[in-house]
Protein backbone atom coordinates (compact mmCIF):
# COMPACT_ATOMS: atom_id res chain seq x y z
CA UNK A 1 0.00 0.00 0.00
CA UNK A 2 0.94 3.49 -0.66
CA UNK A 3 2.08 5.94 1.91
CA UNK A 4 1.07 9.78 1.24
CA UNK A 5 4.60 10.90 1.76
CA UNK A 6 5.53 8.84 -1.15
CA UNK A 7 2.83 10.19 -3.24
CA UNK A 8 3.58 13.64 -2.46
CA UNK A 9 7.45 13.43 -3.18
CA UNK A 10 6.44 12.03 -7.02
CA UNK A 11 3.76 14.89 -7.19
CA UNK A 12 6.19 17.32 -6.27
CA UNK A 13 8.55 15.71 -8.52
CA UNK A 14 6.53 15.97 -11.52
CA UNK A 15 5.35 19.68 -10.93
CA UNK A 16 8.99 20.39 -10.57
CA UNK A 17 9.63 18.85 -13.71
CA UNK A 18 6.90 20.25 -15.21
CA UNK A 19 7.86 24.04 -14.05
CA UNK A 20 11.03 23.21 -15.20
CA UNK A 21 10.56 22.08 -19.08
CA UNK A 22 7.62 25.07 -19.22
CA UNK A 23 10.10 27.57 -18.43
CA UNK A 24 13.41 26.41 -19.67
CA UNK A 25 14.96 29.58 -20.40
CA UNK A 26 14.44 31.38 -17.45
CA UNK A 27 15.57 28.52 -15.43
CA UNK A 28 18.26 27.95 -17.92
CA UNK A 29 19.73 31.71 -17.01
CA UNK A 30 19.20 30.92 -13.06
CA UNK A 31 21.68 28.75 -13.57
CA UNK A 32 24.06 30.28 -15.49
CA UNK A 33 24.41 32.97 -12.98
CA UNK A 34 24.84 30.40 -10.30
CA UNK A 35 27.62 28.58 -12.11
CA UNK A 36 29.32 31.50 -13.03
CA UNK A 37 29.35 32.63 -9.34
CA UNK A 38 30.25 28.97 -8.23
CA UNK A 39 33.08 28.86 -10.98
CA UNK A 40 35.75 31.17 -8.54
CA UNK A 41 34.88 28.02 -6.20
CA UNK A 42 35.22 25.20 -8.61
CA UNK A 43 38.76 26.87 -10.33
CA UNK A 44 39.73 27.22 -6.73
CA UNK A 45 39.55 23.67 -6.06
CA UNK A 46 41.38 22.45 -9.20
CA UNK A 47 43.77 24.21 -8.62
CA UNK A 48 44.15 22.75 -5.08
CA UNK A 49 43.78 19.50 -6.30
CA UNK A 50 46.76 20.35 -8.31
CA UNK A 51 48.67 21.61 -5.85
CA UNK A 52 48.18 19.06 -3.37
CA UNK A 53 49.95 16.62 -5.56
CA UNK A 54 53.18 18.45 -5.06
CA UNK A 55 52.55 19.46 -1.47
CA UNK A 56 52.02 15.76 -0.69
CA UNK A 57 55.71 15.60 -2.14
CA UNK A 58 57.25 18.31 0.22
CA UNK A 59 55.13 17.03 3.16
CA UNK A 60 56.75 13.29 2.88
CA UNK A 61 60.35 14.66 2.54
CA UNK A 62 59.73 17.53 5.38
CA UNK A 63 61.82 15.99 8.57
CA UNK A 64 60.21 12.52 7.83
CA UNK A 65 61.75 10.79 10.90
CA UNK A 66 62.98 13.41 13.02
CA UNK A 67 59.79 16.12 13.27
CA UNK A 68 59.24 17.10 16.37
CA UNK A 69 56.53 19.62 17.42
CA UNK A 70 58.52 22.31 15.67
CA UNK A 71 58.22 20.20 11.78
CA UNK A 72 54.43 19.40 13.10
CA UNK A 73 53.28 22.63 13.33
CA UNK A 74 55.28 24.12 10.41
CA UNK A 75 55.07 21.46 7.85
CA UNK A 76 51.77 22.38 5.79
CA UNK A 77 52.72 25.96 5.56
CA UNK A 78 56.23 25.54 4.72
CA UNK A 79 55.31 22.55 2.23
CA UNK A 80 52.27 24.43 0.48
CA UNK A 81 54.22 27.90 0.40
CA UNK A 82 57.58 25.72 -1.46
CA UNK A 83 54.50 24.33 -4.05
CA UNK A 84 53.31 27.29 -4.41
CA UNK A 85 56.73 28.66 -4.95
CA UNK A 86 57.97 25.88 -7.23
CA UNK A 87 54.90 26.62 -9.78
CA UNK A 88 55.53 30.06 -9.63
CA UNK A 89 58.97 29.75 -10.85
CA UNK A 90 58.55 26.72 -13.17
CA UNK A 91 55.65 29.69 -14.78
CA UNK A 92 59.01 32.73 -14.72
CA UNK A 93 61.39 30.42 -16.47
CA UNK A 94 59.52 29.89 -19.47
CA UNK A 95 58.35 33.72 -19.09
CA UNK A 96 61.55 34.43 -19.17
CA UNK A 97 62.71 32.23 -22.05
CA UNK A 98 59.77 33.31 -24.14
CA UNK A 99 58.72 37.01 -23.41
CA UNK A 100 61.73 39.32 -23.93
CA UNK A 101 62.00 37.24 -27.44
CA UNK A 102 58.64 37.60 -28.37
CA UNK A 103 58.88 41.37 -26.96
CA UNK A 104 61.47 41.90 -29.42
CA UNK A 105 60.11 40.02 -32.27
CA UNK A 106 57.15 42.40 -32.27
CA UNK A 107 59.23 45.72 -32.13
CA UNK A 108 61.42 44.16 -34.88
CA UNK A 109 57.96 43.22 -37.34
CA UNK A 110 56.58 47.20 -36.44
CA UNK A 111 59.36 48.94 -37.44
CA UNK A 112 60.52 46.92 -40.17
CA UNK A 113 56.97 45.49 -41.18
CA UNK A 114 57.65 47.37 -44.85
CA UNK A 115 61.04 45.52 -45.58
CA UNK A 116 60.37 42.53 -44.05
CA UNK A 117 57.04 41.76 -46.92
CA UNK A 118 59.64 42.89 -49.47
CA UNK A 119 62.02 39.73 -48.21
CA UNK A 120 58.97 37.77 -47.43
CA UNK A 121 57.64 39.10 -51.01
CA UNK A 122 61.18 38.14 -52.67
CA UNK A 123 61.23 34.88 -50.95
CA UNK A 124 58.07 33.78 -52.25
CA UNK A 125 58.87 34.48 -55.99
CA UNK A 126 61.73 31.77 -55.46
CA UNK A 127 58.99 29.15 -54.87
CA UNK A 128 56.44 29.11 -57.53
CA UNK A 129 54.70 26.00 -55.94
CA UNK A 130 53.80 28.08 -52.85
CA UNK A 131 52.74 31.46 -54.84
CA UNK A 132 50.42 29.53 -57.45
CA UNK A 133 47.81 28.91 -54.24
CA UNK A 134 47.88 32.76 -53.16
CA UNK A 135 45.55 35.24 -54.96
CA UNK A 136 47.01 36.00 -58.45
CA UNK A 137 47.23 39.72 -57.63
CA UNK A 138 49.23 39.11 -54.95
CA UNK A 139 52.03 36.99 -56.68
CA UNK A 140 51.95 38.98 -60.04
CA UNK A 141 55.46 40.19 -61.06
CA UNK A 142 54.53 42.70 -63.74
CA UNK A 143 54.73 45.74 -61.59
CA UNK A 144 57.79 46.85 -59.22
CA UNK A 145 58.61 45.38 -55.83
CA UNK A 146 57.11 48.36 -54.32
CA UNK A 147 54.10 47.77 -55.47
CA UNK A 148 54.18 44.03 -54.84
CA UNK A 149 54.75 45.22 -51.29
CA UNK A 150 52.18 47.73 -51.02
CA UNK A 151 49.29 44.94 -52.64
CA UNK A 152 50.21 42.63 -49.55
CA UNK A 153 49.88 44.61 -47.37
CA UNK A 154 46.20 45.65 -48.35
CA UNK A 155 45.56 42.23 -48.87
CA UNK A 156 46.48 41.80 -44.93
CA UNK A 157 44.73 45.09 -43.58
CA UNK A 158 41.02 43.02 -43.53
CA UNK A 159 42.58 40.41 -41.48
CA UNK A 160 45.05 42.67 -39.47
CA UNK A 161 41.64 44.53 -38.09
CA UNK A 162 39.67 41.48 -37.33
CA UNK A 163 43.10 40.15 -35.22
CA UNK A 164 43.34 43.63 -33.38
CA UNK A 165 39.82 43.04 -32.42
CA UNK A 166 40.25 39.38 -31.21
CA UNK A 167 43.12 41.25 -29.31
CA UNK A 168 41.22 43.27 -27.59
CA UNK A 169 38.66 40.77 -26.48
CA UNK A 170 41.13 38.39 -25.52
CA UNK A 171 43.05 41.20 -23.30
CA UNK A 172 39.49 42.24 -21.71
CA UNK A 173 38.99 38.77 -20.87
CA UNK A 174 42.45 38.11 -19.61
CA UNK A 175 41.43 41.43 -17.08
CA UNK A 176 37.98 40.94 -16.14
CA UNK A 177 39.17 36.87 -15.47
CA UNK A 178 41.71 38.46 -12.72
CA UNK A 179 39.57 38.56 -9.80
CA UNK A 180 38.02 35.17 -10.57
CA UNK A 181 41.53 34.06 -10.73
CA UNK A 182 42.45 35.41 -7.31
CA UNK A 183 39.43 34.31 -5.85
CA UNK A 184 40.88 31.26 -6.67
CA UNK A 185 43.84 30.64 -5.48
CA UNK A 186 42.46 32.16 -1.92
CA UNK A 187 40.22 29.80 -1.78
CA UNK A 188 42.50 27.14 -3.44
CA UNK A 189 45.15 27.71 -0.41
CA UNK A 190 42.26 27.62 2.55
CA UNK A 191 41.28 24.21 0.87
CA UNK A 192 45.27 23.02 0.80
CA UNK A 193 45.57 24.55 4.31
CA UNK A 194 42.73 22.42 5.96
CA UNK A 195 41.96 19.42 3.67
CA UNK A 196 42.20 16.98 6.60
CA UNK A 197 39.44 18.81 8.49
CA UNK A 198 37.49 19.55 4.92
CA UNK A 199 37.67 15.57 4.20
CA UNK A 200 36.63 14.72 7.54
CA UNK A 201 33.69 16.57 7.55
CA UNK A 202 32.52 15.31 4.02
CA UNK A 203 33.16 11.98 5.05
CA UNK A 204 31.06 12.25 8.19
CA UNK A 205 28.17 13.72 5.94
CA UNK A 206 28.44 10.96 3.96
CA UNK A 207 27.90 8.44 6.51
CA UNK A 208 25.20 10.09 7.74
CA UNK A 209 22.91 10.52 4.99
CA UNK A 210 23.80 7.41 3.35
CA UNK A 211 23.69 3.81 3.67
CA UNK A 212 26.79 1.71 4.71
CA UNK A 213 27.10 0.52 1.08
CA UNK A 214 25.92 3.32 -0.72
CA UNK A 215 28.97 5.42 1.27
CA UNK A 216 31.70 2.59 0.33
CA UNK A 217 30.92 2.40 -3.07
CA UNK A 218 31.05 6.01 -3.21
CA UNK A 219 34.41 6.32 -1.54
CA UNK A 220 35.66 3.83 -3.76
CA UNK A 221 34.59 5.95 -7.21
CA UNK A 222 36.26 8.78 -5.62
CA UNK A 223 39.25 7.04 -5.20
CA UNK A 224 39.21 5.82 -8.11
CA UNK A 225 38.48 9.06 -9.84
CA UNK A 226 41.52 10.53 -8.04
CA UNK A 227 43.41 7.56 -9.40
CA UNK A 228 43.04 8.33 -12.95
CA UNK A 229 43.09 11.81 -12.74
CA UNK A 230 46.35 11.74 -11.13
CA UNK A 231 47.78 9.68 -13.78
CA UNK A 232 45.97 11.87 -16.15
CA UNK A 233 48.38 14.35 -15.21
CA UNK A 234 51.74 12.36 -14.93
CA UNK A 235 50.66 11.83 -18.89
CA UNK A 236 50.07 14.76 -19.68
CA UNK A 237 53.21 16.29 -18.56
CA UNK A 238 55.44 13.42 -20.00
CA UNK A 239 53.27 13.67 -23.74
CA UNK A 240 54.42 18.08 -22.88
CA UNK A 241 58.05 16.98 -23.00
CA UNK A 242 57.84 14.11 -25.95
CA UNK A 243 56.19 16.87 -27.71
CA UNK A 244 58.62 19.98 -26.86
CA UNK A 245 61.67 17.41 -27.84
CA UNK A 246 60.25 16.33 -30.88
CA UNK A 247 59.67 20.35 -31.95
CA UNK A 248 63.04 21.11 -30.55
CA UNK A 249 64.89 18.36 -32.92
CA UNK A 250 63.07 18.76 -36.04
CA UNK A 251 63.81 22.68 -35.66
CA UNK A 252 66.95 21.72 -35.54
CA UNK A 253 67.41 19.61 -38.35
CA UNK A 254 65.11 22.07 -40.68
CA UNK A 255 67.16 25.06 -39.60
CA UNK A 256 64.70 27.06 -38.38
CA UNK A 257 65.30 29.89 -35.90
CA UNK A 258 64.92 29.86 -32.29
CA UNK A 259 64.38 25.91 -31.88
CA UNK A 260 65.02 25.72 -28.15
CA UNK A 261 63.07 28.47 -27.23
CA UNK A 262 60.36 27.36 -29.38
CA UNK A 263 60.54 24.41 -28.22
CA UNK A 264 60.02 24.67 -24.76
CA UNK A 265 57.30 27.20 -25.46
CA UNK A 266 54.98 24.62 -27.37
CA UNK A 267 56.08 21.62 -25.11
CA UNK A 268 54.66 24.03 -22.20
CA UNK A 269 51.74 24.83 -23.56
CA UNK A 270 50.68 21.04 -24.82
CA UNK A 271 49.82 21.02 -21.46
CA UNK A 272 46.62 21.77 -22.62
CA UNK A 273 45.70 18.87 -24.80
CA UNK A 274 45.17 19.15 -28.69
CA UNK A 275 44.79 22.62 -29.13
CA UNK A 276 47.63 24.08 -26.71
CA UNK A 277 50.30 23.22 -29.24
CA UNK A 278 49.22 25.28 -31.86
CA UNK A 279 49.03 28.26 -29.28
CA UNK A 280 52.90 27.56 -29.21
CA UNK A 281 53.33 27.32 -32.83
CA UNK A 282 51.82 30.48 -33.64
CA UNK A 283 53.65 32.77 -30.86
CA UNK A 284 57.26 30.89 -32.57
CA UNK A 285 56.18 31.76 -36.09
CA UNK A 286 55.64 35.35 -35.31
CA UNK A 287 59.49 35.17 -33.47
CA UNK A 288 60.97 33.40 -36.36
CA UNK A 289 58.87 35.50 -38.97
CA UNK A 290 61.28 38.24 -37.55
CA UNK A 291 64.40 36.36 -39.16
CA UNK A 292 62.63 34.94 -42.42
CA UNK A 293 58.63 35.02 -43.24
CA UNK A 294 58.87 31.91 -45.32
CA UNK A 295 60.78 29.95 -43.10
CA UNK A 296 57.63 30.90 -40.84
CA UNK A 297 54.91 29.70 -43.26
CA UNK A 298 57.21 26.82 -43.53
CA UNK A 299 57.33 25.97 -39.57
CA UNK A 300 53.66 26.38 -39.55
CA UNK A 301 53.42 23.60 -42.35
CA UNK A 302 55.95 21.82 -40.01
CA UNK A 303 53.97 22.51 -36.71
CA UNK A 304 50.70 20.91 -38.13
CA UNK A 305 52.20 17.62 -39.61
CA UNK A 306 54.10 17.32 -36.42
CA UNK A 307 50.57 17.40 -34.43
CA UNK A 308 48.98 15.72 -35.94
CA UNK A 309 51.02 12.81 -35.65
CA UNK A 310 51.72 13.21 -31.80
CA UNK A 311 47.99 13.53 -31.79
CA UNK A 312 47.23 10.46 -33.17
CA UNK A 313 50.00 8.48 -32.52
CA UNK A 314 51.89 9.09 -29.66
CA UNK A 315 49.15 10.91 -27.09
CA UNK A 316 46.97 7.66 -27.02
CA UNK A 317 49.60 5.90 -26.44
CA UNK A 318 51.99 8.10 -23.49
CA UNK A 319 48.40 8.79 -21.84
CA UNK A 320 46.47 5.87 -22.50
CA UNK A 321 49.29 3.66 -20.68
CA UNK A 322 49.41 5.73 -17.68
CA UNK A 323 45.77 5.69 -17.66
CA UNK A 324 45.45 1.65 -18.66
CA UNK A 325 43.22 3.37 -21.36
CA UNK A 326 42.55 1.65 -24.89
CA UNK A 327 44.01 4.90 -27.29
CA UNK A 328 40.66 4.56 -29.24
CA UNK A 329 38.88 5.59 -25.79
CA UNK A 330 41.68 8.37 -25.46
CA UNK A 331 40.65 9.86 -28.83
CA UNK A 332 36.93 9.48 -28.19
CA UNK A 333 37.05 10.94 -24.76
CA UNK A 334 38.57 13.77 -26.39
CA UNK A 335 36.62 14.63 -29.32
CA UNK A 336 33.06 14.02 -27.08
CA UNK A 337 34.59 16.18 -24.16
CA UNK A 338 36.19 18.56 -26.71
CA UNK A 339 32.46 19.04 -28.75
CA UNK A 340 30.67 18.84 -25.56
CA UNK A 341 32.51 21.60 -22.78
CA UNK A 342 35.82 22.67 -25.40
CA UNK A 343 39.08 22.81 -23.88
CA UNK A 344 37.11 22.04 -20.25
CA UNK A 345 35.56 19.17 -22.07
CA UNK A 346 38.94 17.45 -23.60
CA UNK A 347 41.23 18.11 -19.61
CA UNK A 348 38.08 16.39 -17.74
CA UNK A 349 37.38 13.96 -20.94
CA UNK A 350 40.08 11.21 -20.65
CA UNK A 351 40.32 10.77 -17.14
CA UNK A 352 36.57 10.62 -16.82
CA UNK A 353 36.44 8.16 -19.36
CA UNK A 354 39.36 5.91 -17.42
CA UNK A 355 37.39 5.99 -14.17
CA UNK A 356 33.94 4.95 -15.98
CA UNK A 357 36.20 2.36 -17.91
CA UNK A 358 38.15 0.98 -15.12
CA UNK A 359 34.70 0.32 -12.89
CA UNK A 360 32.86 -0.92 -15.92
CA UNK A 361 35.81 -3.37 -16.23
CA UNK A 362 35.88 -4.24 -12.45
CA UNK A 363 31.87 -4.94 -12.91
CA UNK A 364 32.36 -6.96 -15.83
CA UNK A 365 35.10 -9.46 -13.80
CA UNK A 366 33.48 -9.27 -10.83
CA UNK A 367 30.13 -10.31 -12.47
CA UNK A 368 31.92 -12.47 -14.59
CA UNK A 369 33.65 -14.08 -11.58
CA UNK A 370 30.10 -14.58 -9.95
CA UNK A 371 28.92 -16.42 -13.16
CA UNK A 372 31.13 -19.09 -13.18
CA UNK A 373 31.13 -19.34 -8.71
CA UNK A 374 27.49 -20.30 -9.64
CA UNK A 375 28.09 -22.27 -11.99
CA UNK A 376 30.54 -24.43 -10.24
CA UNK A 377 28.17 -25.02 -7.47
CA UNK A 378 25.53 -26.18 -9.88
Not at 107 to 126: F, I, S
Not at 311 to 334: E, M, T
Amino acid sequence: MLKWKACLRVGITIVLVYLAVHYWESVARLLGVFLSGLWPLVLGAGIAYLVNRMMRFYERHYFPRRGGRFAARTRRGVCLFASILTILLLVSLVILLIVPELIKSLQLLLNDVPALLERGYAELMRYPEIAQLLPEELTSVDAGWQDGVTRVVDWLGGGFGGLMNSVVVTVSGVFSGATTLVMAVVFAVYLLYGKERICAQMSRLMRTYLRPAWHARVRYVLGVMDDCFHRYIVGQCIEAIILGSLCMLGMLLLGFPYATMVGTLVGATALIPIAGAYIGAIVGAIMIMTVSPIEAAFFLVFIVILQQLEGNLVYPRVVGASLKLPALWVLAAITVGGSVLGIVGMLLGVPLAATAYRLLREDVNRREQDQKTESGLK
